[in-house]
């Protein structure tokens, strides 16, 4: 079991940045991670993956060049820092573990989820 804990959301004016963090409750070395968001009655979608020692990542096209996904094994944490932050990113952003080291986009393809943190951007 992993008990993860998403911490750094808030609200913040377009233009500005922010820097959410993942905490897990065990060793995260040996598997992938990914982070995905959730606005107002629209789907969870796939926003950023790191495989288990962070040489791969994955980005949803609306974030690339603005987020960057990194990880820190030795306290098994790993971040999102979102820049350049618009109203289309308020979100719920949720971090989640898969049981292997391979990135994914897929929301089915994660076994443990955290309880998610709000980001609002207001214009």
């Known amino acids: 079991q992993v008990h993860l804990v998403e911490s750094g959301g808030g609200l913040v004016q377009a233009g500005g940045s922010l820097r959410l963090s993942c905490a897990a409750s065990?060793?995260?070395?040996?598997?992938?991670m990914g982070w995905f968001r959730q606005a107002p009655g629209r789907e969870r979608e796939f926003v950023a993956t790191?495989?288990?020692?962070?040489?791969?990542?994955y980005y949803v096209d609306s974030v690339k060049g603005r987020f960057t996904v990194f990880r820190d094994n030795s306290r098994n944490i790993v971040y999102l820092h979102m820049s350049s932050l618009n109203p289309d990113d308020t979100a719920v952003y949720y971090c989640?573990?898969?049981?292997?080291?391979?990135?994914?986009?897929?929301?089915?393809?994660?076994?443990?989820w955290g309880q998610g943190t709000q980001v609002t951007v207001s214009s």
């Open positions: 989640a573990a898969r049981t292997v080291s391979q990135t994914s986009q897929w929301r089915n393809d994660y076994d443990y």
């Open positions: 065990t060793s995260i070395s040996e598997v992938a």
């Open positions: 790191i495989s288990s020692y962070g040489g791969t990542t």
